[in-house]
């Protein structure tokens, strides 16, 4: 993927940031303030930019964003607390100080945001689950971590003081390693996230785990002095967080094309997660607990049983859901499309009509209407009956939808009316352009059940603010345009020169 110049030059400080951080870290120890400066410098950096970045986001991921630069700068604030060595202690047990709060909080912002995120794309009820699946895993993590690590360290001997100075790290390390695992689920169940920002997230995260093992390990149990040199870690892992914002808006059209859930996040979150950890915590309780004896066993075989029952529950819950939302968006279209040619219907018509004009305030372009009819179509009903006026309207639909592109709405509106919506409509040669074409293609002959009919459309031509102010006067322009082309006898009706007069009247207004 190409990245913006933007985007090059923040890689490139970062790697100068973090190259200098590094040699002051080794060859300077004695210079503090410039530490501690170089410490909280990184992640505000890494804030100025997402604010930068953020205002180009949609309002979802614009609030995504913001909860993660509250967390980034939490996390500034407790490493220049740390960094100085003078936390302010609390009340309680001596690892209560104001750098563990402000990194407790920062861990849970990051968390709140996927949580948010999860909830927008999925809704309240999913949201919650989604809460409750991080819950179970890190209370699984921390259960395990507590039985097979602390308390057989605890028996050989190591001091409990050791342990309780670390127990916050310790859950820093594992609330961070499951936001990582459910960023992936994230991407995979509802593609909120390119694969390239859930990718930079997760090594930004991967930098931060990084330098909290060397912090447990050295730092708690070798008793070295290591604090300096794992400040280029962490503002490693600031700088990626940083970039992964960037990444977010490069791909805005991409993501809009790969939104959709894959099977693998839904098999991931609703059957290989709870029914998995739930499975791996029930063995690790049988073996701590007296084995695999006759009554373990049945009780074993019940809940497999009951596992299966709840799988195939949710597997028929699941298929009533797909189908339900399959006739739903049937439902939909049917509801936006003409019976007879298939073309989107007057009520689909008039409400693109209203969101092309507000898109087209917003970015200073135009939107032009093409309203037509066809000539001699009554003396074609008259002549050889409605089930032949039929077959030509749905002949002259097929034609039509050759047109439809990115930007072109092609319509029905009712009889033998049809509509042309072009946003953002180029220049008035161009449109003219159109309308010629048009003209050619339909007035092409039409073999209609051993019957050669000809017929040609007449076409008006009205853009929006050119000739109107809002959807119905430009309805309304275009429709009169159509039967002054009538009237001319010509192929279509472009007041070209009433645009030039208005424009000019605008002008001396001014």
């Known amino acids: 993927m190409s990245r913006s110049p933007t985007d090059s030059l923040w890689i490139r400080l970062a790697i100068l940031y973090t190259f200098i951080q590094t040699m002051v870290s080794m060859w300077m120890t004695d210079a503090l303030l410039l530490q501690r400066a170089l410490v909280i410098m990184a992640p505000l950096a890494a804030c100025v930019y997402l604010v930068w970045a953020t205002r180009h986001h949609e309002a979802p991921n614009r609030t995504f964003w913001l909860l993660i630069i509250m967390g980034l700068l939490l996390d500034a604030v407790a490493r220049w607390i740390s960094s100085g060595n003078d936390g302010v202690?609390?009340?309680?047990?001596?690892?209560?100080?104001?750098?563990?709060i402000l990194w407790s909080t920062s861990v849970v912002m990051f968390a709140v945001a996927i949580i948010y995120l999860f909830r927008r794309a999925q809704g309240l009820l999913r949201g919650m689950r989604f809460t409750l699946?991080?819950?179970?895993?890190?209370?699984?993590?921390?259960?395990?971590?507590?039985?097979?690590?602390?308390?057989?360290?605890?028996?050989?001997?190591?001091?409990?003081?050791?342990?309780?100075?670390?127990?916050?790290?310790?859950?820093?390390?594992?609330?961070?390693?499951?936001?990582?695992?459910?960023?992936?689920?994230?991407?995979?169940?509802?593609?909120?996230?390119?694969?390239?920002?859930?990718?930079?997230?997760?090594?930004?995260?991967?930098?931060?785990?990084?330098?909290?093992l060397l912090h447990i390990y050295l730092g708690g149990f070798m008793h070295v002095d290591i604090g300096s040199y794992l400040y280029p870690l962490h503002s490693l892992s600031v700088f990626f967080v940083a970039l992964a914002g960037g990444q977010h808006i490069q791909a805005k059209e991409r993501l809009l094309q790969e939104r959709r859930s894959r099977p693998l996040g839904t098999l991931l979150v609703k059957y290989v997660l709870p029914y998995s950890v739930l499975s791996f915590m029930f063995v690790l309780l049988a073996q701590r607990f007296g084995g695999w004896n006759s009554l373990f066993t049945g009780l074993s075989l019940c809940v497999v049983l009951i596992l299966v029952r709840q799988v195939l529950i949710q597997i028929e819950n699941d298929r009533l859901l797909e189908q339900l939302h399959s006739s739903f968006k049937q439902s939909e279209s049917l509801a936006h499309r003409d019976d007879l040619t298939g073309l989107y219907n007057r009520r689909y018509f008039n409400a693109q009509l209203s969101r092309s004009l507000h898109r087209a305030d917003r970015a200073g372009s135009r939107v032009a209407l093409l309203y037509m009819d066809l000539n001699r179509f009554k003396s074609v009903n008259d002549r050889y009956g409605h089930r032949t006026g039929d077959l030509l309207i749905q002949k002259v639909a097929q034609r039509l939808q050759s047109l439809e592109s990115k930007g072109i709405l092609v319509s029905r509106l009712g009889g033998d009316e049809f509509t042309v919506m072009i946003c953002p409509a180029g220049e008035d040669q161009e449109l003219i352009w159109m309308a010629e074409e048009i003209w050619i293609l339909l007035s092409e002959p039409y073999d209609l059940e051993g019957h050669d009919i000809r017929t040609s459309p007449s076409i008006g031509i009205a853009v929006y603010p050119d000739h109107a102010k809002n959807d119905q006067e430009l309805i309304g322009r275009a429709d009169a345009a159509m039967y002054a082309a009538k009237e001319r006898h010509a192929r279509w009706h472009f007041d070209v020169e009433q645009t030039m007069m208005l424009q000019l009247l605008e002008q001396k207004l001014d």
Request: aromatic share 16%; net charge negative.
């Open 89 to 100: 202690v609390l009340a309680g047990p001596s690892e209560w100080n104001a750098e563990n």
């Open 133 to 212: 699946d991080m819950v179970i895993i890190c209370v699984t993590f921390l259960t395990v971590g507590w039985e097979y690590m602390t308390i057989p360290e605890l028996s050989e001997g190591v001091v409990p003081t050791v342990w309780r100075a670390l127990w916050i790290d310790i859950l820093h390390f594992v609330c961070i390693c499951v936001l990582l695992f459910f960023i992936w689920v994230l991407y995979y169940k509802t593609k909120q996230l390119t694969k390239q920002t859930a990718l930079y997230l997760c090594l930004g995260g991967s930098f931060y785990i990084a330098g909290t």
